[in-house]
């Protein structure tokens, strides 16, 4: 029964915590990072509101310290999909059922949980697992977090309010349902929001979710799961479970109620799951919704007018925040001949200031990179480049994974256009320049625009305003979120909506209204007050 209309406006962006030193908040997360390596915790997973416990653990350890525990998770296998899919379907009806208003107050309780209550908690989960500094984390798993699940639902009332017109005597309407079926979430390790907001946002439109977040990022997933749990989210909605990627699939995609994924990884694995869904498609009850943000080899692109220190300040943050470890991150830049010297020879300067450490010590900027399979496929394209006559290691290259997988933030500078390091994914702190003619900046474009088969972000730095239109226009098709006189990552929920095409995904940018489309299915009802009596109409009559 609905008795109102509830009105859900606009919300302002959750404001980032500085962290400076004296500050309440860095003392508040240190304690919690303190608090948080004092005890081993055991992480069972979450299938229809139970703990449950394999018994096959596996210990989390921090990237940045490997010799030290952080707790244990219960490793799922195949009973544990098919228990988390029957009871996420066990719970369908009665949560899409669930008034709106009921529904929107469990995420944006959720949303205020994450505010107050457990700010410093999960920030610390992702310093310490995912091996992020304060800033990165606080932008990430609090602000980003917050700001997906408040925007979520205000743009969900938006949608809802979407209605036809009718004509006299009839009365049309559209309802928003959730997809037949269950919806499957498949989250990376590098961002704890996408992580939360790939499960949230399809079960805020109504429907259920089985969740599977990569190995590496358990020990924060599990704590937004408790943190929704405490919100109100009902038993079976969202189920959390840790298994393999083949395991998964083989459970899920050959399920008749499979209705949709919701997935972020690489793009070798999202070929494979639409392969996989492509060759199913007879078994299920509705096509399935496919959503992926992929791949990446995102660009700099520096016109001849740019200002050498935008240049520098873009390339630096772009590259080397979080490792490089951001789908957006700076990974191939091409400078001018007329500044290319400048900005080296600046930037390079500007890496030696950069500390590398654990995450504890709020001083560094550098920690390290996720696991020991990234570590020796970076070194692998490092010690190439190191004999490689194409190219020269201008600054870092020095790698070492005795205590924690560290990797310097390293500079490749390339004679070769096509280089692999600036054709091929990395996923690291690894930035590899090409200086191109300055008077070829047209055909230059052309030349950024064809190299990847990639589409996610990429920016262009320029002061000369026909040099900013061209690349504009010039690279329409080559980065869904482009930037101008900036580096090209750091997307803010409601104002650059995200997510890339051609080899980097389906574009349905997360943190808008365009998302949450595709986790809803419309239906037209025509209601008609007077019903006609006769089949004839009067063109039928004789003159």
Not at 343 to 358: H, N, P, Q, R, S
Not at 512 to 539: C, G, H, M
Request: aromatic residues 10%; charged residues 20%; contains cysteine.
């Amino acid at each position: 029964m609905n008795l109102g209309y509830f009105s859900y406006p606009l919300p302002a962006n959750e404001p980032v915590l500085s962290y400076a030193p004296g500050s309440k908040e860095r003392a508040e997360l240190q304690k919690a990072l303190a608090d948080a390596k004092k005890k081993e915790i055991e992480i069972p997973q979450f299938i229809g509101g139970k703990l449950v416990k394999s018994g096959n653990k596996f210990a989390i350890h921090p990237p940045h310290e490997r010799n030290h525990v952080l707790g244990y998770y219960h490793a799922g296998e195949a009973k544990h999909v098919t228990q988390a899919i029957d009871a996420a379907l066990k719970a369908k009806a009665s949560w899409e059922a669930m008034s709106w208003e009921n529904r929107a107050s469990i995420f944006l309780k959720a949303a205020d949980l994450i505010a107050y209550k457990y700010r410093f908690q999960l920030n610390a989960a992702t310093m310490l697992a995912q091996s992020k500094n304060a800033y990165q984390a606080e932008i990430d798993s609090a602000c980003e977090l917050i700001d997906f699940l408040k925007f979520n639902v205000h743009y969900l009332s938006e949608i809802y309010k979407q209605q036809p017109i009718s004509s006299p005597g009839i009365h049309n309407r559209l309802e928003w349902r959730p997809l037949e079926g269950f919806v499957l979430a498949v989250t990376p390790f590098n961002f704890t929001a996408i992580s939360g907001n790939l499960p949230t946002s399809a079960a805020m439109c109504g429907n259920v979710v089985v969740w599977k977040p990569a190995n590496t990022q358990i020990y924060s997933a599990q704590l937004i799961m408790r943190i929704l749990t405490e919100a109100g989210l009902p038993d079976g909605v969202i189920n959390l479970v840790y298994v393999d990627g083949p395991t998964l699939g083989s459970i899920a995609f050959e399920h008749p109620d499979f209705a949709g994924v919701h997935f972020t990884g690489s793009t070798g694995v999202f070929n494979n799951m639409w392969a996989t869904i492509g060759a199913n498609v007879g078994k299920y009850k509705s096509y399935p919704r496919i959503v992926g943000e992929t791949g990446g080899k995102d660009f700099v692109m520096v016109h001849k007018s740019a200002d050498v220190d935008t240049v520098v300040t873009a390339l630096a943050r772009g590259a080397f925040e979080y490792q490089g470890q951001k789908c957006s991150a700076a990974s191939r830049a091409y400078l001018p001949s007329n500044i290319a010297e400048k900005v080296k020879t600046k930037l390079v300067a500007e890496i030696k200031t950069m500390k590398m450490g654990v995450v504890d010590d709020f001083t560094n900027f550098i920690n390290a990179v996720i696991d020991e399979r990234s570590f020796d496929k970076l070194k692998k394209y490092i010690d190439t480049a190191k004999k490689d006559k194409k190219a020269s290691i201008l600054v870092g290259g020095n790698c070492n994974k005795k205590e924690g997988f560290f990797i310097e933030p390293t500079i490749i500078d390339t004679t070769d256009s096509k280089y692999v390091t600036m054709v091929e994914e990395l996923f690291g702190p690894v930035l590899t320049i090409y200086t191109y003619p300055a008077d070829e900046y047209e055909k230059t474009l052309t030349l950024v625009d064809t190299t990847s088969p990639y589409a996610l972000t990429g920016s262009i730095i320029a002061q000369d305003k026909y040099a900013i239109e061209l690349a504009t226009n010039k690279l329409r098709n080559a980065a869904g979120n482009f930037y101008i006189n900036d580096k090209p990552t750091g997307a803010v929920v409601g104002q650059q909506p995200f997510g890339g095409a051609r080899g980097s995904g389906t574009n349905d940018k997360a943190g808008s209204q365009l998302n949450l489309y595709r986790w809803l299915s419309a239906r037209t009802i025509k209601e008609t007050f007077v019903p006609a009596t006769d089949y004839r109409y009067p063109f039928l009559n004789q003159d």
